[in-house]
Nanobody, 127 residues
Framework: QVQLAESGGGSVQAGGSLRLSCAAS????????VTWFRQPPGKEREGVASINTRSAATYYADSVQGRFTISLDKDNNKYTVYLQMNSLKPEDPALYYC??????????????????WGFGTQVTVDS
């Protein structure tokens, strides 16, 4: 059973940085996709960044390209997926989730394609 647990959220000034972590375990195959989604208050969930666990190929939403970086550390079938967020803007606050699926990532972020979700970590930005 895949399990995901996010950490690292908090409050930061606009222009500041935060690093989120997602502890992921229970993968049975070699190719999986882990994606960070976010859901601002009153808005729909949106994909932010994805990483393929086999190739480490990455994909980013236009809104975060150049500011956010997704990366992973692997230890057997356990992963820690990081989201380094720099130059945070007033539009970035949200509940950030990591999600996983048992096939490779693509350039689009469809939440319905992900079977496994964490509980989220809150990010706030003080302007």
């Amino acid at each position: 059973q895949v399990q995901l647990a996010e950490s690292g959220g908090g409050s930061v000034q606009a222009g500041g940085s935060l690093r989120l972590s997602c502890a992921a375990s229970g993968f049975s195959g070699s190719t999986n996709c882990v994606t960070w989604f976010r859901q601002p208050p009153g808005k729909e969930r949106e994909g932010v960044a994805s990483i393929n666990t086999r190739s480490a190929a990455t994909y980013y939403a236009d809104s975060v390209q150049g500011r956010f970086t997704i990366s992973l550390d692997k230890d057997n079938n356990k992963y820690t997926v990081y989201l380094q967020m720099n130059s945070l803007k007033p539009e970035d606050p949200a509940l950030y989730y990591c999600a996983a699926r048992a096939f490779s990532c693509g350039s689009t972020f469809y939440a319905r394609l992900y079977s496994y979700w964490g509980f989220g970590t809150q990010v706030t930005v003080d302007s």
